[in-house]
């Protein structure tokens, strides 16, 4: 566990979290989490449910104070730097029956830049189309949250968080409750978005994510991270009690770089 | 039906019904979406530790109901944002005390014995004038407080923690919206007493819920339909002599099961609406059509 990030220093780095830990009641959920995203990264974080992905995720956002450690985004406190970090929830949270349209959840993006009592602007709905346009959702504008598919409704989350134009776009479970053609189609669409944003994305499902992404971190509480897209015998060791689960996956690409007898 | 019109107190029953059901659609609107019956519930009951502080210090009761709910939804609304368990209990608690309060304020109150009924049951028929022009001046502030802040409040209706994260001040927001319940529910308190205000609050957006997918048509469909069922119970009421705010309550009530049951039934038809929809589908010769939900 390295204690200082690697590349610590250099001024492209977006998200840095140094010696992080988060207690909920006493309990640790996040240990010793160091972590450094530059710009352009494209990280995967996987890990197993309770591992402590959402937390990372809200940590990074400045909505959960870690107990101990430092963490800035863009240089700044979590808290100021949200304005430059796009963040894309687990869907399956919000209530799909609200009374509400594709469009102005797209809007809603933009509230930050806004400001209270004042109107939409004309560059604000620019904007919003921009961000409908990337995730190719432009034509279903009108209708209501619900009455999309899951896809769809990620793709509008999607544009939600690019609505406020950002330099990070964190997701929690982007893939979760997807059939692996539009997780294919969405992972797509991410690596399209990552030529203009750093990108961040956390998964339970270790499989498909780690051929789109650019490097893969492994998170059960400690945070293991190497910069690569391998998934090293040590992540596994950290992340999951179980690697054969993994193996056989029957997925048609290998995840693990070669699979040998390890000495014990 | 018509002459009633000529009593001064039928035309004030008349305003005050439109009155509260305007702001009821509106303030109800968010209540629905929000899935804050419960402590909307528990506001507008608190408020009768108001009436109860009204009589012992000698002030009008209205003026110590709207102070009181005030000061409960605030706490209420803190407790429901910060507490991490045992938010309902809380608020059961504090909804019981508020009603307790008032009766025991009520009870040391030195020779008091006017009709406290009239607080819990809703006395339209003897609104004055005067809390006419107070219910038209808590429907401007509702409306213009809730045009201003629309779009704020449909974000974090929708996602609080999205909003949250795009730099909307959530807490402060949602203790503005709790605080213009508290003005709802004392207003509503005078048209079906304090008991039945939570059915004035829920039931026409409830309805209209069913049959508008957008928040400003909800609020829109929820003042006509709350007006309908207010002065349709209130006519009943007069024809049969029966206590008006129950009247209006049972109507709501009997309007919500019908909705419900066409709303369900209606669903169902989205069987030969899918073949409609596949006969177009072949003449079209193949090509898409984009009418009905895509699942992919």
């Given at each position: 566990m390295q204690r200082t990030p690697i590349g610590a220093g250099t001024t492209d780095e977006v998200i840095r979290l140094e010696d992080v830990w988060v207690h909920y009641g006493g309990i640790p959920v996040l240990e010793d989490v160091s972590l450094l995203v530059r710009e352009h990264d494209f990280i995967g974080v996987i890990g197993p449910n309770g591992g402590g992905k959402t937390t990372l995720i809200k940590v990074i956002l400045g909505l959960v104070r870690p107990s101990r450690g430092k963490v800035t985004v863009l240089g700044t406190s979590p808290q100021k730097g949200r304005r430059f970090v796009g963040y894309v929830p687990q869907y399956s949270l919000f209530d799909r029956d609200f009374p509400v349209s594709v469009w102005d959840v797209v809007l809603m993006g933009r509230l930050g830049h806004t400001g209270c009592l004042r109107r939409y602007t004309d560059e604000d709905r620019a904007v919003a189309t921009d961000a409908l346009s990337a995730v190719e959702m432009l034509d279903l504008k009108?209708?209501?949250?619900?009455?999309?598919?899951?896809?769809?409704?990620?793709?509008?989350?999607?544009?939600?968080?690019?609505?406020?134009?950002?330099?990070?776009?964190?997701?929690?479970?982007?893939?979760?409750?997807?059939?692996?053609?539009?997780?294919?189609?969405?992972?797509?669409?991410?690596?399209?978005?990552?030529?203009?944003?750093?990108?961040?994305?956390?998964?339970?499902?270790?499989?498909?994510?780690?051929?789109?992404?650019?490097?893969?971190?492994?998170?059960?509480?400690?945070?293991?991270y190497h910069n690569s897209r391998d998934i090293t015998r040590d992540m596994l060791q950290a992340g999951y009690e179980c690697p054969v689960e993994l193996i056989a996956h029957g997925l048609a690409h290998r995840v693990l770089d070669t699979h040998e007898e390890v000495p014990e | 039906m018509f002459e009633v019109f000529q009593y001064e107190f039928m035309r004030n029953a008349v305003a005050a019904g439109m009155l509260v059901s305007l702001a009821c659609g509106i303030i109800g609107t968010y209540v629905v979406v929000n899935r804050i019956v419960f402590l909307s519930g528990?506001?507008?009951?608190?408020?009768?530790?108001?009436?109860?502080?009204?009589?012992f210090l000698g002030i009008n009761p209205v003026v110590g109901a709207v102070s009181f709910s005030l000061a409960a939804s605030l706490a209420m609304g803190l407790v429901s944002r910060r507490a991490r368990q045992g938010v309902d209990i809380a608020i059961g608690v504090m909804w019981a005390m508020g009603m307790a309060l008032g009766i025991i304020l009520i009870d040391i109150t030195p020779g008091y014995s006017a009709d406290l009924m009239s607080y819990l049951f809703?006395?339209?028929?003897?609104?004055?004038?005067?809390?006419?022009?107070?219910?038209?001046?808590?429907?401007?502030?509702?409306?213009?407080?809730?045009?201003?802040?629309?779009k704020e409040f449909l974000s974090i209706s929708f996602d609080e923690e999205f909003s949250s994260v795009v730099g909307v001040p959530v807490e402060r927001l949602y203790l503005v919206l709790l605080s213009l319940i508290a003005l709802t529910a004392v207003m509503a308190m005078r048209v079906v007493g304090l008991i039945l205000t939570i059915a004035l609050l829920t039931v026409p957006a409830a309805i209209s819920r069913q049959f508008?997918?957008?928040?400003?048509?909800?609020?829109?469909?929820?003042?006509?339909?709350?007006?309908?069922?207010?002065?349709?119970g209130l006519w009943l009421s007069y024809e049969f002599d029966l206590t008006p705010g129950a009247t209006i309550v049972m109507v709501s009530g009997a309007a919500f099961a019908l909705s419900s049951v066409y709303h369900s039934l209606s669903r169902q038809k989205l069987f030969p609406t899918l073949m409609q929809h596949c006969h177009r589908y072949r003449d079209n010769g193949g090509a898409e059509s984009r009418e009905l939900p895509q699942d992919d």
């Open positions: 009108d209708r209501q949250i619900g009455r999309l598919s899951w896809g769809q409704t990620q793709r509008v989350l999607i544009a939600r968080a690019l609505a406020a134009k950002p330099k990070v776009l964190l997701l929690d479970e982007p893939a979760a409750a997807l059939d692996s053609r539009i997780e294919a189609g969405l992972y797509d669409l991410l690596r399209t978005l990552n030529k203009e944003v750093t990108i961040v994305m956390v998964s339970h499902d270790i499989g498909v994510i780690s051929t789109y992404v650019k490097s893969i971190a492994c998170l059960n509480r400690r945070l293991v | 528990g506001i507008s009951h608190a408020a009768y530790g108001g009436i109860g502080l009204g009589i809703g006395s339209i028929l003897a609104v004055p004038r005067s809390d006419i022009v107070l219910m038209g001046v808590l429907d401007a502030v509702i409306i213009v407080v809730v045009a201003i802040l629309y508008t997918a957008r928040l400003d048509g909800m609020m829109v469909l929820s003042s006509i339909l709350g007006t309908i069922f207010t002065l349709v």
